[in-house]
């Protein structure tokens, strides 16, 4: 039997065995932010406090402060069981070279002074660049050479998971935020995630501490101390403001105090009963009250039929969080601690360049085989006028990507000719005209769903047709038009 006073523990693979709790260590760089770091042996000791109590599997990143320092003091003291200490590579979009990305790897080894990586999770700002899956089938090659025990991803949205789980890449488990206000994980990822078997780890279920008995009934805050609670805070709005959250949060109480326990534990004991989740991770800020015994409450009940329909009452009030996990860094709202991202996206390289074409306006050249072979440009550029070629799932020069999943492919071509369309001054709001061409009335569902996960919003003008065969066994292939406004 699970020990009650210790939190429970899942094997995720045959190199992985996780504390459900995972103690998470983004609030390292809050409190190193004015320039004061921890000294790492003192922190060490504060981790050590938390492994004692079976909270033994770490989370960080590599901007997360010094944390990666810390946690290897700490795993260099040994002892049994060796903590976990699961880290994130978050590059710049550019070409992910087998040479950069062993150098982000061999980067977290060192500061962690290991081998091996337990779980190096993957992070890409912009999906219109194409080298995240370069990267990550380098990652997937460095996992096989044994220095990384598994693979990966955080804040990835269902439709590019499903990409890089389609191309190959073994991918165990995928970090986003789910929380009583931010469900966006039970949707479309949680249903992947059930077809692939991939599992999710859960950040933000206590918001921030917004989600605790502090916060029931009390006044809107007009200023916030830490970045934690600027980024959920902007959660809440986006969930329909403070009295939306108040109705959550009363309903969470209730059922706390039903079962004796705390907000924190029901916000908590919601999100780790979806099937999807294998851990949650609980935000430690070191030097201050550890809550292990709070925590530990979590293991102590079950939430019944009727906590879940109280629940289901409060949300019904809510609007839901806008997009699928990790938009909010990708695309307004922006509901990161420091807001509005849009001059960090604007500033990141992007796969293609514009260049003059011959015949007058501008072009892009993608780098695939056949625009030298056949003679045409991936896009053109006239007046405000812009037309993208067809265009597959082609990844360098003539790769295939995701060759048996249409959904896949579909989103692949669609980050592609946006990337595109940047780079001749427009986005998909521009979009005025699509064509698709499937091969398999099968695909048809997906591959519209697909579409429509970019082009909801804007919907263009669009044709699709199921054609014999398309060139090169692709599954998908679309062009598009679009015109550029004031």
């Not at 899956?133 to 439709?159: K, M, Q, S, Y």
């Not at 918001?207 to 809440?236: H, N, Q, T």
């Not at 329909?309 to 990161?336: H, I, K, M």
């Not at 698709?436 to 697909?450: E, H, L, P, Q, S």
């Amino acid at each position: 039997m699970t020990d009650p006073r210790r939190p429970a523990r899942l094997r995720l693979s045959d190199r992985l065995e996780i504390s459900q709790v995972l103690t998470g260590l983004w609030q390292v760089a809050d409190i190193e932010k004015d320039g004061a770091v921890i000294d790492p042996e003192t922190g060490a000791d504060r981790l050590a406090a938390y492994a004692a109590r079976g909270f033994d599997t770490f989370d960080m990143a590599d901007h997360y402060g010094s944390a990666e320092i810390i946690a290897g003091r700490l795993l260099a003291r040994g002892g049994a069981p060796r903590p976990l200490a699961f880290t994130k590579w978050c590059p710049a979009p550019g070409p992910m070279t087998p040479e950069a990305v062993r150098k982000g790897v061999e980067e977290r080894l060192s500061r962690l002074g290991v081998d091996r990586v337990d779980l190096l999770q993957f992070h890409w700002w912009d999906f219109r660049h194409p080298a995240w899956l370069d990267a990550l089938h380098e990652l997937a090659r460095l996992r096989d050479d044994g220095l990384i025990a598994e693979i990966g991803v955080t804040n990835f949205d269902a439709a590019h998971l499903r990409v890089a789980l389609a191309d190959g890449v073994p991918i165990l488990t995928n970090q986003v935020s789910f929380s009583l206000i931010d469900r966006r994980a039970a949707g479309p990822l949680a249903a992947l995630c059930a077809e692939t078997g991939v599992r999710l780890l859960a950040y933000g279920t206590l918001c921030g501490g917004f989600l605790s008995e502090r916060w029931l009934d009390a006044a809107e805050p007009d200023v916030l101390a830490d970045w934690s609670k600027m980024k959920y805070r902007r959660f809440i709005d986006a969930a329909g403001g403070w009295a939306v959250f108040q109705g959550v949060l009363s309903a969470a109480h209730r059922i706390a105090r039903k079962h004796g326990v705390s907000v924190a534990n029901v916000a908590t004991r919601w999100v780790l009963d979806h099937a999807a989740v294998a851990g949650v991770i609980v935000g430690a800020r070191l030097g201050e009250r550890m809550h292990a015994d709070d925590t530990l409450g979590l293991f102590e009940f079950a939430l019944d039929a009727e906590d879940r329909a109280r629940l289901a009452e409060a949300f019904a009030a809510s609007a839901p969080v806008p997009g699928d996990c990790g938009d909010e860094y990708r695309r307004p709202p922006f509901l990161t601690a420091s807001g509005d991202l849009s001059h960090h996206l604007d500033a990141m390289p992007l796969p293609f360049q514009a260049t003059d074409a011959a015949a007058g306006g501008r072009q892009v050249l993608s780098g695939a085989t056949w625009e030298d072979v056949a003679g045409y440009a991936r896009a053109r550029r006239i007046g405000d006028r812009i037309l993208v070629s067809g265009t597959t799932a082609t990844a360098g020069a003539d790769r295939v990507v995701a060759p048996d999943d249409a959904a896949a492919q579909t989103t692949f071509v669609l980050d592609k000719i946006l990337a595109a369309l940047a780079a001749l001054g427009a986005g998909a709001e521009d979009v005025v005209r699509t064509r698709i061409y499937i091969t398999d009335t099968a695909d048809v569902d997906a591959v519209a769903r697909a579409h429509g996960r970019v082009f909801g919003p804007v919907k263009p003008a669009n044709t699709l047709v199921v054609v014999a065969g398309l060139i090169g066994g692709y599954r998908v292939e679309i062009e598009a038009e679009a015109v550029v406004g004031d």
